[in-house]
T-cell receptor, first 118, second 114 residues
Framework: DTEVTQTPKHLVMGMTNKKSLKCEQH?????MYWYKQKAKKPPELMFVYSYEKLSINESVPSRFSPECPNSSLLNLHLHALQPEDSALYLCASSQVGGRVGSAGNTIYFGEGSWLTVV | AQSVTQLDSQVPVFEEAPVELRCNYSSSVSVYLFWYVQYPNQGLQLLLK??????LVKGINGFEAEFNKSQTSFHLRKPSVHISDTAEYFCAVSALNTGNQFYFGTGTSLTVIP
């Protein structure tokens, strides 16, 4: 069983809607990640938070807005999405990450949130 | 820059037969290597990892992998597969000089045939 929990598991939203994806981990990890995954493709990194600060943004469009309220929680706010944004969104965490010297830390993934934009 | 190549996009294999999923990487610095499995409609689960030490690494579900620095490979093997091993398998590298950024291969879809 994964120790990274994501809600909701499925989300259908219109292009004018505002919604959020939520993620929680209780492993004491200080790095949290958002990945986007299309069918039969590898995960693509979107954002990395290190010690609750955004450390990596992989040139993600502003219609995706991450938030890290505390060391256990990570949100992804969604607004004015496009149909091509439909995908599996994976949250993940590692003991440390997002800064040089943290390589080699296992990244633990949640089950994902399936997003469909109509 | 780092890159990972998984040459086999699909591997069909009969139940109880052995399997090898190939992974090659390219990097100018030392790397850490990982294999993840993704079952249908689920997230990624760590199978095994190589950080240092013995080049033969044993993981969960009877899988093992061997790190070969001269051939820049980290192939995944299992001596006898089960139906339940049907899944997508991703190889990933994390380079020493990065912030734990993982570079994933394109994945290998393993189908175990009864």
């Amino acid at each position: 069983d994964t120790e990274v929990t994501q809600t909701p598991k499925h989300l259908v939203m219109g292009m004018t809607n505002k919604k959020s994806l939520k993620c929680e981990q209780h492993m004491g990890h200080r790095a949290m990640y958002w990945y986007k995954q299309k069918a039969k493709k590898p995960p693509e990194l979107m954002f990395v938070y290190s010690y609750e600060k955004l450390s990596i943004n992989e040139s993600v469009p502003s219609r995706f807005s991450p938030e890290c309220p505390n060391s256990s929680l990570l949100n992804l706010h969604l607004h004015a999405l496009q149909p091509e944004d439909s995908a599996l969104y994976l949250c993940a965490s590692s003991q440390v990450g997002g800064r040089v010297g943290s390589a080699g830390n296992t990244i633990y993934f949640g089950e994902g949130s399936w997003l469909t934009v109509v | 820059a780092q890159s990972v190549t998984q040459l086999d996009s699909q591997v069909p294999v009969f139940e109880e037969a052995p399997v090898e999923l190939r992974c090659n990487y390219s990097s100018s610095v030392s790397v850490y290597l990982f294999w993840y499995v993704q079952y249908p409609n689920q997230g990624l689960q760590l199978l095994l990892k190589y950080l240092s030490g013995s080049t033969l690494v044993k993981g969960i579900n009877g899988f093992e992998a061997e790190f070969n620095k001269s051939q820049t490979s980290f192939h995944l093997r299992k001596p006898s597969v089960h139906i339940s091993d049907t899944a997508e398998y991703f190889c990933a590298v994390s380079a020493l000089n990065t912030g734990n950024q993982f570079y994933f291969g394109t994945g290998t879809s393993l189908t175990v045939i009864p």
